[in-house]
């Protein structure tokens, strides 16, 4: 397996991106109540569509050529590439404004494999400081943040995500915008690119998160 990195400018205009849980369950064939729980192994998955030009020199008229390019290298499920969530790439505007961040930056607090949450400093007291929706990053996955997290008088925010990390992530080490997860391709026809002359080229890719690696 090798890691393909995501092409420049090769932008999807219809995104999904979310997180499947992992559930297991019985029922009772007697009375059909049902028994439900939660696993250990969410995962994210992803679907992006493009439409491009597929003989021009750049840009959007290259659109055709640059994802036949990257079909190819990723070899159906063989090779992975990280993708983030196009739709919120970084924070939102809130009702309260974008977070208030001293000329110190953001630095975060060590967190362990297995944490729901993290230490986010470098903010004004007592400001807003990441919101619900938003990603955060720092182990190789992406993590969504569950609730809006206001900074203390000290400038620290706590900033609680799902899914669980999945590794250690060290002091100052966290991602704040552009937060991927690493993807493998579902299926071995992505690449079927039937074009109508002078016409756009339609793609519509389907991914799953690579879970190798992790325990």
């Known amino acids: 397996m090798a890691d393909i990195e995501w092409p ?16 297991g369950g019985t029922e009772s ?9 939660e696993l250990s192994a969410p995962r994210w ?8 030009g597929y003989d021009g020199p750049s840009g959007a008229a290259a659109m055709g050529a640059y994802l036949d390019a990257l079909i190819v290298q990723l070899r159906g499920g063989v090779n992975r590439v990280p993708i983030h969530d196009f739709r919120r790439p970084t924070w939102r505007r809130s009702r309260w404004g974008r977070p208030v961040v001293t000329n110190a930056g953001l630095a975060n607090e060590a967190a362990v494999k297995g944490a729901t949450s993290i230490v986010v400093t470098g903010y004004a007291a ?8 938003d990603y955060i990053g720092g182990d190789g996955r992406s993590h969504l943040v569950r609730a809006d997290a206001w900074a203390d008088e000290f400038g620290k925010a706590t900033v609680s995500f799902d899914p669980p990390l999945a590794a250690d992530v060290a002091a100052s080490a966290a991602i704040y915008s552009e937060v991927t997860s690493w993807f493998t391709l579902v299926g071995d026809d992505a690449g079927m690119n039937e074009t109508e002359v002078g016409e756009l080229t339609p793609y519509t890719l389907d991914f799953i998160e690579d879970l190798n690696g992790y325990d």
């Open 8 to 23: 420049g400018g090769v932008v999807p205009f219809r995104v999904s991106y979310y997180l499947q849980p992992h559930v």
């Open 29 to 37: 064939p007697f009375n059909r109540q049902r028994k439900t729980y």
């Open 126 to 133: 007592h400001s807003y400081a990441y919101g619900v929706g």
């Open 45 to 52: 998955l992803c679907r992006l569509s493009f439409r491009g």
